[in-house]
């Protein structure tokens, strides 16, 4: 007991004098440490006014324009909070008769009214340091305020661009439980979205929560068609599903508000390609290259809906009907001139025309070209 008073005392010195405040903290933390002090009111008191004491100093060097480490001082900033908020709890504790009689719950909160926005200015200064756990911790404490006991009285209005940016930092540690913790109230962020729904999705795919994860590109996708991430990765969703019926219905949807979009244009004639309905395919296909006749993949996905239309006709053949393997030749002449010019506007594409066109030289007898090309693929 008497060296708890002495350290209480040697630590209110400090504080008066303005010096070792430091020091002060470190003594008040090492009295808590101890289970006999956890809840002792005065060492909290004095912890209180120790980092009062050091914030309200560092605060004045920035304002006087002095050198200041204002990542330390953001760090006092949460540590003065933390320990306000554990006196409170100590000022709120029911005596013998049940009995809560505040003393400092008043005054406290009405001075760190004033510097709670600083919370969440630290949390936007080690973002942009990408210390994105101490970032998230500054946010995850501004935001808790509008829950805490201490500040009931002040009506805090919930903040969705803070927690969009506690969600952004949850996403960036790829760490679920910070990502969803304040996920409602980011969604209210209008600005932002898209963003939202879109870390939340890889979120919900990073916890293997297809359901949620449809959801949300569902949602975004319709919300926002002019993206092509909830677009592509629904269309990819249902692939995988073994739903091509349902990614091709995401398609069309997309056509319907933008008939002229290259992106779902492209997107339908590759589904179609994967379905097999390749006549549709190659009108599609057509349709791209008339607008735009730079577009590699096009060209591509004509040639390959050709080579596949000889294939299956082939398995037909007979040499009782004879017709049909004049039609399989004519397709992959068909097919040629497209994977030609594939190869011509994305030479670095060798696995994707190398052995289209090795088939097609094989087919069509050609053999200098079928000879270069086997040279190139071994």
């Known amino acids: 007991m008497n060296a708890q008073k002495k350290e209480i005392a040697q630590a209110r010195a400090f504080i008066k004098s303005g010096k070792n405040l430091a020091q002060a903290e470190k003594l008040m933390l090492t009295l808590l440490k101890d289970s006999a002090n956890r809840n002792n009111e005065k060492v909290c008191v004095v912890l209180c006014d120790a980092l009062r004491k050091q914030y309200e100093e560092g605060n004045m060097n920035m304002y006087l324009k002095k050198p200041t480490d204002t990542a330390a001082l953001f760090n006092v900033a949460k540590r003065m909070f933390a320990a306000y908020e554990k006196l409170d709890s100590i000022d709120a504790t029911p005596d013998d008769k049940g009995r809560v009689r505040l003393k400092y719950r008043y005054k406290n909160s009405s001075f760190l009214d004033g510097y709670r926005k600083n919370l969440y200015s630290g949390g936007a200064f080690f973002i942009r340091r990408q210390q994105y756990k101490t970032a998230f911790d500054f946010i995850d404490m501004y935001l808790n305020t509008v829950s805490q006991p201490l500040f009931r009285d002040m009506h805090y209005p919930e903040d969705p661009e803070a927690a969009y940016w506690g969600l952004y930092c949850g996403y960036k540690l790829q760490d679920p439980v910070m990502t969803l913790k304040y996920k409602d ?57 073994k739903r091509p019926d349902l990614a091709l219905g995401i398609i069309n949807d997309g056509l319907s508000s933008k008939e002229n979009s290259e992106l779902y244009l492209f997107a339908k004639c590759n589904q179609l390609l994967n379905m097999g309905r390749y006549d549709d395919c190659l009108a599609i296909c057509d349709t791209l290259i008339a607008r ?20 299956e006709l082939d398995k037909q053949y007979t040499k009782a009907n004879p017709k049909l393997r004049k039609q399989v030749i004519a397709y992959y002449n068909m097919s040629l001139p497209y994977m030609e010019k594939h190869r011509v506007l994305a030479p670095d594409q060798k ?11 094989l087919e069509l007898n050609m053999g200098k070209k079928f000879e270069e090309i086997d040279r190139l693929l071994r």
């Open 185 to 241: 109230i980011a969604l209210r962020d209008t600005v932002r979205e898209e963003s939202t729904m879109e870390y939340l999705a890889e979120t919900y795919k990073l916890l293997k929560d297809t359901v949620m994860y449809e959801k949300m590109l569902t949602t975004g996708f319709y919300r926002f068609k002019r993206s092509a991430y909830f677009f592509t990765y629904l269309v990819d969703f249902y692939n995988s599903m």
């Open 351 to 361: 696995d994707k025309w190398g052995a289209a066109l090795y088939k097609i030289y």
């Open 292 to 311: 735009n006749d730079t577009l590699a993949d096009a060209y591509y996905n004509a040639g390959v809906a050709y080579i596949n239309k000889a294939i």
